[in-house]
């Protein structure tokens, strides 16, 4: 490395123009490709301001292209915040280099967003230097932006106004500026002192005041971005802008289009300034139209704009007599708001300007007007290539290994890796290797099947030490049942560790037929007539027991006598135990019964979890008869406390039990507890794995519902109103149980109530009117026996109103009178006698 190349990298900028003085070209482009070889070699190394700076000048001074010099300043590596274009520019004067702005727009074109802003003066740098119009993308746009919040490099910063209206880029930049999304963050940065974070927005109203910018442009501007859309950061400073300019009424009139939609359409800031402006422009909207917007506003749920919609409503229909009774047709729109004080307000000032509603008969049938549940997606066929086996595998090895593709990729690896050994291992080998599968020994992976599987895949490709393998299976399987379950697991997670040691022992033998245990659902089930197929099939051979045991427990519940006859006349031992379990002589459904469990016990030492654990949750044990072995230990279940170490086989368990729903129910409910009490999320799928499972539900399953629809996380809750509707279609919900559970939980503080209004409007606005009702109407009693009914009673209250007239079934909700009686203007005592009056019609 010379002494050129050792000054660039240690930032000794006069060694380097020291260097570069006088040289010729061929010695330039010499010491340029020996430049270039070395950042190429310290990929790793990061170049900050006094090297990123020494190498600009380097890479100008030596290197023969503005593409050459904007690929070496590019780089991830290089970091040109703070780097002062000014040495760079007198290098190029020097060489003569005429391309200075060619590399400007090549590196505007090639930094990414956070290189370009801090970059950003640099390249505006040498674009100025070069008198260059600027780039218009995006990028840049956003880093000139940025620029006019940024404090000055060095003495006084001049105000806003004077540094924008002679700022050489407005011009070009200007319209571009309402066109890039998110650009707002950075006008939102101020005056670059931290006083004024509406200064730029400031200067350019001033700027159109003294004709420097067109007042209609800006206008245009503003209301494009707010009509396009943003974060709400990033919309403040052009509604700061938009009120700055103050509209006149003439202009408001001919922009009324786009303020129409700004008020029906966009966010709650962004309405509200459209519903000022157009109300202070007076008539600057036709009538009709204005009507028609009102009347979408007056639906919206943000309680202050459709506040200030009535007042204004209520002042139009007082200015203009001849146009009251329209008006107030209008306003009784607002009948149907949540919200009991707006409701009557809007009501009984469309009844003051003559709206006079006409009764109409309806006729409401007293059900669910849900579609029938479609039957449960059929699983996917087998795997029977061997490419296509390898490209599942691959894709798994890219995210997780869901139990459906477990499955089929355990099914293929037994048949076509006993069928087509060498084949199976020379195209499976590369994929492992490029993904860097290994087998895991440490105790934590031991009874995890997304880690218990590379073993086998390994163990089919050849890699690894077969013996150390076939010792380990050997010794899974010699391990008793009793054993498994003592170490603490959920069953699931042992059954997979069992049933994946002895598929790997299965890949010693040839032509294997595969898993008598492929599932013939989606949800994990077998059709009893397919497994009596496969073990006939089989004959008398000796079939796996840990496989064989998790097909029989992958059958429905339901009792089948006949085809229990015809598998116990195979005479085989696996037929006559599906005999067994076709008369429902195996696993009996256990009794389940509902208990609160408190916190674990507070640890030695400072135990900071503790305190943020919720105090209590509602779980469900279950309990076999005195007389049932619980062979598998999957009917049993003494509920954790609050606290205790989960190991996440939720996702497992509809697939072990699909035909058993409660008990399933009652093993998952920990987990979807959690992601109503505490921040567990992505426990949507399960409880739709729940709801699409057969056989009785009963208290596990209502109350899995009930915490569903207080999950925290949005897409939890929506899983939980798919999960809802689809056992409703199938008549398969107890609505008055889920809602005594949802009302009990949420009296004693244990779900945030609010979250489950979404889902259940949602719910009735689907079809499942009776069912929400229903749910509803026992989920009340307990809230309103609360001195103070927790928040989203009200909303309850409001949703059950409708519910209640949806279905025209009257259900006695006690407490209720109790509540009316109390009296006053609270939204809880409207609702409540909203609903009473409901009741008494």
């Known amino acids: 490395m010379t002494g050129f190349v050792e000054a660039v990298i240690s930032g000794g900028m006069s060694e380097v123009r020291s260097a570069l003085a006088g040289l010729d070209e061929p010695a330039r482009r010499a010491l340029g490709d ?80 956070d290189r370009m802003v801090a970059g950003w003066r640099f390249v505006a740098g040498l674009l100025l230097a070069e008198k260059a119009p600027p780039p218009t993308g995006d990028d840049f746009v956003r880093g000139w932006a940025a620029a006019q919040g940024w404090p000055a490099p060095r003495g006084t910063r001049l105000p806003t106004v004077d540094r924008l209206r002679a700022d050489p880029f407005l011009d070009a930049l200007l319209p571009r500026l309402f066109e890039v999304d998110g650009v707002g963050t950075e006008l939102a940065r101020g005056d670059g002192a931290g006083t004024d974070s509406h200064a730029l927005p400031r200067a350019l109203a001033a700027l159109a005041a003294e004709g420097r910018l067109d ?58 300034a459209a519903q000022r402006t157009l109300r202070e422009a007076g008539d600057a909207a036709e009538p009709e139209a204005l009507w028609e917007a009102a009347r979408t506003v007056l639906a919206r749920p943000e309680k202050a704009l459709v506040r200030a919609q009535v007042s204004w409503l209520d002042r139009l229909a007082r200015q203009h007599p001849d146009q009251a009774a329209e008006i107030g047709a209008v306003l009784a729109v607002a009948a149907d708001h949540p919200d009991a004080g707006l409701r009557e307000r809007a009501l009984t000032l469309a009844q003051r300007h003559g709206h006079r509603p006409v009764a109409v008969a309806t006729v409401v049938e007293a059900r669910d007007d849900l579609p029938p549940p479609l039957p449960a997606a059929a699983a996917p066929p087998p795997i029977d290539d061997v490419d296509e086996l390898v490209e599942e595998v691959a894709a798994a090895l890219r995210g997780q290994w869901p139990t459906a593709v477990l499955e089929r990729v355990v099914d293929g690896l037994v048949r076509l890796g006993t069928r087509e050994r060498d084949r199976v291992a020379a195209a499976l080998g590369p994929v492992l290797r490029r993904a860097q599968v290994t087998e895991y020994h440490q105790t934590w992976a031991r009874f995890l099947p997304a880690a218990q599987v590379n073993g086998l895949l390994l163990a089919a490709a050849g890699i690894g030490d077969a013996t150390r393998r076939r010792d380990h299976w050997a010794s899974v399987l010699a391990t008793s049942r009793s054993a498994e379950a003592a170490s603490g697991r959920p069953a699931p997670m042992w059954l997979y560790r069992l049933r994946l040691a002895e598929a790997g022992q299965r890949l010693d033998g040839h032509d294997d037929p595969g898993l008598l245990s492929a599932p ?148 998952v409910l920990p987990e979807l507890a959690m992601a109503a009490q505490e921040d567990l999320g992505g426990r949507g799928p399960v409880l739709l794995a729940l709801a699409e499972c057969t056989g009785a539900g009963g208290p596990a399953l209502d109350l899995a519902v009930a915490y569903g629809l207080c999950a925290r996380h949005e897409a939890d809750r929506v899983a939980a109103l798919d999960a809802l509707l689809l056992l409703a279609a199938a008549g398969d919900l107890d609505a008055p149980a889920v809602g005594g559970h949802l009302g009990e939980i ?60 949806a279905t025209g079934i009257r259900i006695e909700v006690p407490g209720l009178a109790d509540v009316v009686a109390r009296g006053g203007g609270s939204r809880l005592v409207a609702e409540a006698r909203r609903l009473a009056g409901v009741l008494a019609v």
């Open 34 to 113: 020996e430049l270039v070889a070395e950042v190429r070699r310290r990929r790793d190394a990061w170049w900050w301001q006094g090297e990123a700076a020494t190498l600009a000048v380097a890479a100008v001074g030596t290197l023969s292209t503005p593409t050459k010099v904007a690929a070496l300043l590019g780089r991830r590596s290089v970091w040109l915040s703070g780097v002062d274009a000014a040495p760079v520019v007198d290098v190029a004067r020097e060489r003569g280099v005429t391309w200075l702005a060619d590399v400007a727009y090549k590196l505007a074109d090639r930094l990414p967003r």
């Open 215 to 272: 007042r209609a442009e800006l206008l245009n501007g503003v209301l494009g971005r707010l009509l396009r859309g943003d974060r709400p950061g990033a919309l403040r400073p052009f509604l700061a802008l938009h009120d700055l300019l103050a509209p006149a009424p003439d202009e408001v009139a001919v922009r009324s289009n786009a303020y129409l939609r700004l008020l029906t359409d966009g966010p709650g800031p962004v309405a509200r």
């Open 520 to 667: 013939t659902s989606a949800t994990g089930a077998i059709e009893p007539q397919v497994l009596y197929e496969r073990l006939a099939a089989f004959g008398a051979r000796p079939y796996w027991q840990w496989d064989c045991g998790q097909a029989f427990l992958r059958l429905p519940a339901d009792v089948d006598e006949p085809l229990a006859a015809r598998a116990e006349a195979l005479g085989t031992t696996a037929g006559i135990e599906l005999a067994a379990w076709l008369r429902g002589e195996i696993v009996p459904v256990p009794a389940q019964e509902v208990v609160t469990v408190g916190r674990r016990e507070r640890s030695r030492g400072h135990d900071w979890i503790y305190d943020s654990l919720p105090e209590r949750r509602r779980l469900v044990a279950l309990t076999p008869s005195a007389d049932v072995d619980d062979r598998f230990g999957l009917i049993t279940l003494t509920p954790p406390t609050i606290g205790t170490r989960m190991f996440g086989a939720g996702d497992l368990w509809p697939a072990v039990l699909p035909g058993h729903r409660g008990v399933v129910a009652a093993q």
């Open 746 to 805: 949420g009296a004693q503080g244990q779900v945030i109530l609010t979250r489950a209004v979404t889902p259940l409007r949602d719910a009735l606005a689907a079809g499942a009117r009776l069912s929400v009702w229903r749910l509803l109407a026992a989920a009340l009693p307990p809230l309103l026996a609360e001195p103070t009914p927790p928040r989203g009673t009200p909303d309850l209250l409001a949703l059950a109103a409708e519910a209640a007239t």
